[in-house]
């Protein structure tokens, strides 16, 4: 986690303006602080308070989707191994 690029703990404080960066999974996501609430308040409540400015992936970057026929059953060991290369990339 990032605040104006600079590395940040839970207990930084922010303002509004400042840009924050944090890691999601295989993004980063990027949003600026609009305002600052001194209290915890619902999800509906908290978006008013960023603008989200992370980037759209380019749409190669979306992955395809492994799809099995209904009523195969489960994955044989041989499968999965295929599965987990698919996934992973190094097959």
Known sequence: MRVNGRPAKAATSVTPGDEVRARVGTTTRVVEVV????????????????????????????????VRDRGTGRPTKRDRRVLDKFRTGRG
């Open 35 to 66: 305002r600052v609430i001194q209290k915890r308040v619902g999800a509906p409540d908290a978006v008013t308070c960023y603008i989200d400015r992370t980037p759209k992936p380019p749409p190669e970057a979306l992955a395809p989707v492994a």
